[in-house]
């Protein structure tokens, strides 16, 4: 089994930052080939995927935070993270990691941080 843990949620003004972290450990020995994922959940909402990294590193955002959402992995580290700048109150919610493996398929889920950013 893999766990995932995220961090670095919080109450922010409009305009802040904010970086969140999804920490791998458990039954793996590095993230390097697993796509990880972070979805953001708005209040009454579905799960959308906000961004993307591959295992070689290629990254995906979604048109919603493009240009203000970066997102970036460090494998020695087995961590992933969402860079957020120039948050909106739209972008408050959860925000859930996710880690697949390509090797296997098989798929990992956090608990979630909460971000919440204020008008």
């Known amino acids: 089994q893999v766990q995932l843990v995220e961090s670095g949620g919080g109450l922010v003004q409009a305009g802040g930052s904010l970086r969140l972290s999804c920490a791998a450990s458990?039954?793996?020995?590095?993230?390097?080939?697993?796509?990880m994922k972070w979805y953001h959940q708005a209040p009454g909402k579905q799960r959308e995927l906000v961004a993307a990294?591959?295992?070689?590193?290629?990254?995906n955002v979604a048109d919603s935070v493009k240009g203000r959402f970066t997102i970036s992995r460090d494998n020695a580290k087995n961590t992933v993270y969402l860079q957020m700048n120039s948050l909106r109150p739209e972008d408050t919610g959860l925000y859930y990691c996710?880690?697949?493996?390509?090797?296997?398929?098989?798929?990992?889920w956090g608990q979630g941080t909460q971000v919440t950013v204020s008008s």
């Open positions: 996710n880690a697949r493996s390509i090797l296997t398929q098989d798929y990992y």
């Open positions: 458990g039954s793996i020995s590095s993230i390097k080939t697993m796509t």
């Open positions: 990294i591959s295992s070689g590193g290629t990254t």
